[in-house]
């Protein structure tokens, strides 16, 4: 189960979007090292993949498909104001 902070970045990349981490931190309001712990993470876990020649982020196929299951769609629904602190 993600944590709070990789909830974020899942939820902000879940569209099909390729951001870089500074954009990612200022979507989601967490400090650079946050959003960095989540990302490396994630990436660790198999959800993201690195865009390299963009220096961006993206899901992979298989955060695509968590995203879809009942479970990765439940963590997605959380309202934003649940996350703040």
Sequence with gaps: ???VDQALVLRILQPG?????RQIATVTALSI?????ALRTLHLNG??????YRAAWELSPCG?????T???QAM?????SAFAG
């Design 76 to 80: 997605l629904d959380v309202p934003r």
């Design 17 to 21: 979007g390729q951001l870089t981490d």
């Design 33 to 37: 090292r946050r959003t960095r712990r």
């Design 1 to 3: 189960m993600p944590t």
């Design 47 to 52: 959800l993201l993949r690195q865009v390299t």
């Design 64 to 68: 695509s498909a968590y995203t879809a």
């Design 70 to 72: 009942l479970t990765g």
